[in-house]
Nanobody, 121 residues
């Protein structure tokens, strides 16, 4: 049972990336999913979350308007636009315990391995 995050890479400031999160060993659309990130030397922070139906989403206030979370039956996506060097981090997806979804890391019980996003200036 695991989550797999992918889609990270190196991008110039102002560019875009789309991250994907897929499930192995369980049914993804039974769960709310959150995205979190951790930059070097900093604490992990919430990015966004989406309910199992996709009808409820929530974003870290500072990222609204640039990041968008969505899902289909098998994958949860994080579209990141107008990226800034400050967005450089390892991005993790996680499986939620508390419906519909929260931006609190302790409400998640299964974490993917992370995907590196690097934004150059």
């Amino acid at each position: 049972v695991q989550l797999q995050a992918s889609g990270g890479g190196l991008v110039q400031g102002g560019g875009s990336l789309r991250l994907s999160c897929s499930a192995v060993g369980f049914t993804l659309n039974y769960y709310g999913i959150g995205w979190f990130r951790q930059a070097p030397g900093k604490e992990r922070e919430a990015v966004a979350c989406i309910s199992k139906t996709g009808k409820v989403t929530s974003y870290e206030d500072s990222l609204k308007g640039r990041f968008s979370i969505s899902r289909d039956m098998y994958t949860v996506y994080l579209q990141m636009d107008n990226l800034e060097p400050e967005d450089t981090a390892v991005y993790y997806c996680a499986r939620g315990l508390m419906p519909p979804c929260t931006l609190t890391a302790r409400d998640y019980n299964l974490w993917g391995q992370g995907t590196q996003v690097t934004v150059s200036s």
